[in-house]
C-alpha cells in the first residue's frame, strides 16, 4: 500500500520545519550508529491515529540561488506535484503577508486539497488572531503552536480526511519489485533499456498512482518483475532537473515501493557523498541491495582494477557489507545478464524465514564461542530467538536486559546468523526483548 504523502508549505520561519519534527518524531533505528547512514531531514514518515503517511518539508528543498520569492514558487508547486495534501503554514504573530498571499495564488492553482494551519498560537488567548486568516480562502484556519505541540492533531484530522482511498496497485506475490537509484546520469535509464533489452516481453506498463514513478511489469527468462523507473520522470521540468534534494525525494519513494534496491554508481566518476546518502536510505528502509558499478567499459583497468574498487566500496559503504557489487556495463551490455538472476537472490534471501530450533542452535553456539558482555557487574543473558518477520529479515532474541545487547555483540550475532544462512543482498535486524 501506498502511503499517503503530505507536503507543509508556506514562506521561511513560520515553522515548517518544527512542524515536520514534531509530527516526525525521533525515530529511533538499530543502525544508526552506523557511519555513513545518513538521514533526510526533509523527508520522513510518520503515524496519525491510524493513518501512516509520509511527510515533505519543502522549505528544506534547497532551489539554489533564485530570489525569494521564486523559491517559495518552486517549493510550492514541488508539493502540488508531490502530495496528496498540502498543509499551508502561515505565522498568527505576524498576520498575513504578501508572501502567504504568494503562496496562496500558486496553491489555488492546485487541484489538491489545502490545510491551512496558522502556527504560534501558542496560547487559547491568541486564537482571535486566527481569523484574518479566512482572507486567503482556504476555508477554516487551524490554530496551532508547534513549539507547544498544540492543536496538531486537529490540523492533521483535517488533513487525513483527505487522504486517498484507493489501495497501490497490488502484484502477485512472485513478482519481484526492483528501482534503479542513484545519481543523475550514473546510467539508470540506459541500464532499464539493458535490462528490457535482455529477452524481454513486456506484459504492461502500468500507470502507476499520478505522481508517482512509471511502473513496468516485465517478464525476463520467465520470472516477473516491476521495474520502479524513477529516470523518465526527471525530464519533467526544469525543477526536476535542477534540484538535487528532489532527485533524492523521488528516489527515496522508490526505494520504498521496491523489494529490492539496485544503488547505481558510475565508475568513472567514483564515489560522493550522495551516493552513500541515497544508499543509506535503502539500507534504513530494510530494503534488498545490490550496489551496480555502471560504465565498467570506461575505465582503463589491469587485473587489480576491479578488486581495487570493490575495496573503495567496501570502505564507503561499510553498512551494505551483505551487498553484492557487479560491474557492468550498459553501453556494451557486459554482465547486464548477471542482474536479473542476482535480483532474484536478493529477494529470496530478503523473505526468507529460517527454522526457530536451528536458530536457536546457531546462537547457542555463538554464546559457547564469545560468551554474552557484562556490563557494571551484569551479564546479558539470552534465552530465545525467534524471527519475526521477513523483508527484510527480522529477529528478536529475548534476553535478561536489553540494555545489554551493546551494538557490538548484536553485530557479532548478526554475522554468526549471515554464516549459517547466507543472507546475501538482504539486511536482517535483530532487535532485544525483555524475557517477561
Ligand atoms: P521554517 O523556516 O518555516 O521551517 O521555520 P522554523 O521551523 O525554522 O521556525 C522558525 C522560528 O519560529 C524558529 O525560531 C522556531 O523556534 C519558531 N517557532 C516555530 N514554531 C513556533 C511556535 O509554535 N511558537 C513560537 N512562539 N515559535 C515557533
Ligand atoms: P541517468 O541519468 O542515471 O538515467 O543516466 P543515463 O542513462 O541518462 O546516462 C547518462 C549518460 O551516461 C549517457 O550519456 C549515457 O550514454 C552514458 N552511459 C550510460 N551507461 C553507460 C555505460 O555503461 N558506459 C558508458 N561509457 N556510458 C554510459
Redesign the pocket.
Known amino acids: 500500500m501506498v502511503k499517503p504523502v503530505l507536503a507543509i508549505v508556506?514562506?521561511?520561519?513560520?515553522?515548517?520545519?518544527?512542524?515536520?519534527n514534531r509530527i516526525v518524531g525521533e525515530r529511533v533505528s538499530i543502525v544508526e550508529d552506523i557511519p555513513g547512514v545518513t538521514r533526510d531531514r526533509i523527508y520522513g514518515s510518520a503515524e496519525w491515529l491510524t493513518h501512516d503517511f509520509n511527510i515533505i518539508?519543502t522549505?528544506?528543498i534547497d532551489i539554489g540561488d533564485e530570489p525569494f520569492l521564486e523559491q517559495i514558487r518552486q517549493q510550492a508547486e514541488i508539493a502540488i506535484n508531490e502530495a496528496d495534501v498540502i498543509i499551508f503554514?502561515t505565522n498568527g504573530?505576524e498576520g498575513v503577508t504578501a508572501a502567504d498571499e504568494e503562496v496562496a495564488k500558486i496553491l489555488y492553482k492546485a487541484k489538491k486539497p489545502v490545510v491551512l494551519g496558522v502556527?504560534?498560537?501558542?496560547n487559547p488567548d491568541m486564537r482571535d488572531q486566527i481569523y484574518d486568516f479566512y482572507a486567503l480562502g482556504f476555508g477554516e484556519p487551524f490554530p496551532?503552536?508547534?513549539?507547544?505541540g498544540l492543536g496538531l492533531g486537529d490540523l492533521l484530522d483535517e488533513a487525513a480526511k483527505h487522504f486517498p482511498k484507493h489501495e497501490e496497485n497490488q502484484y502477485e506475490d512472485d513478482v519481484i519489485k526492483f528501482s534503479l537509484i542513484g545519481r543523475p546520469n550514473v546510467g539508470k535509464s540506459s541500464l532499464v533499456n539493458a535490462i528490457l533489452g535482455e529477452e524481454r516481453v513486456i506484459v504492461s506498463n502500468i500507470a502507476g498512482t499520478t505522481r508517482d514513478a512509471i511502473d513496468s511489469l516485465v517478464s525476463i527468462n520467465g520470472d516477473k518483475y516491476v521495474i520502479i523507473d524513477t529516470a523518465g520522470m526527471r525530464k519533467k521540468g526544469k525543477v526536476y532537473e535542477t534540484t538535487e534534494k528532489y532527485s533524492v525525494l523521488r528516489a527515496l519513494r522508490a526505494i520504498e515501493r521496491s523489494d529490492v534496491v539496485l544503488v547505481v554508481l558510475d565508475a568513472e566518476e567514483g564515489i560522493i557523498e550522495q551516493d552513500k546518502h541515497i544508499a543509506g536510505y535503502a539500507h534504513e528502509a530494510g530494503r534488498a541491495v545490490i550496489i551496480v558499478v555502471n560504465k565498467w567499459d570506461a575505465v582503463d583497468k589491469d587485473e587489480k582494477t576491479m578488486k581495487e574498487y570493490e575495496e573503495k566500496i567496501r570502505s564507503h559503504f561499510q553498512f551494505l557489507d551483505y551487498a553484492p557489487i557487479v560491474f557492468l556495463s550498459a553501453k556494451t551490455k557486459k554482465r547486464i545478464h548477471t542482474l536479473t538472476p542476482m535480483i532474484n537472490m536478493a529477494s529470496e534471501n530478503h523473505s526468507m524465514r529460517v527454522e526457530t530450533s536451528v536458530l536457536n542452535d546457531i546462537i547457542m553456539d555463538a554464546v559457547a564461542m564469545n560468551p554474552t558482555p557484562t556490563d557494571n557487574g551484569k551479564r546479558l543473558k539470552i534465552y530465545y530467538t525467534t524471527q519475526v518477520s521477513v523483508k527484510p529479515p527480522t529477529f528478536v532474541v529475548f534476553v535478561n536486559d536489553p540494555e545489554l545487547l551493546h551494538f557490538s555483540y548484536k553485530r557479532f550475532l548478526e554475522n554468526r546468523i549471515r554464516d549459517a544462512f547466507g543472507f546475501e543482498g538482504t539486511p536482517i535486524k535483530i532487535f532485544a526483548r525483555e524475557r517477561k
Do not use: A, E, M, Y
Not at 508556506?10 to 515536520?20: H, L
Open positions: 508556506g514562506r521561511p520561519n513560520v515553522g515548517k520545519s518544527t512542524i515536520f518539508d522549505g528544506g503554514l504573530r502556527n504560534k498560537i501558542d496551532i503552536s508547534g513549539s507547544h
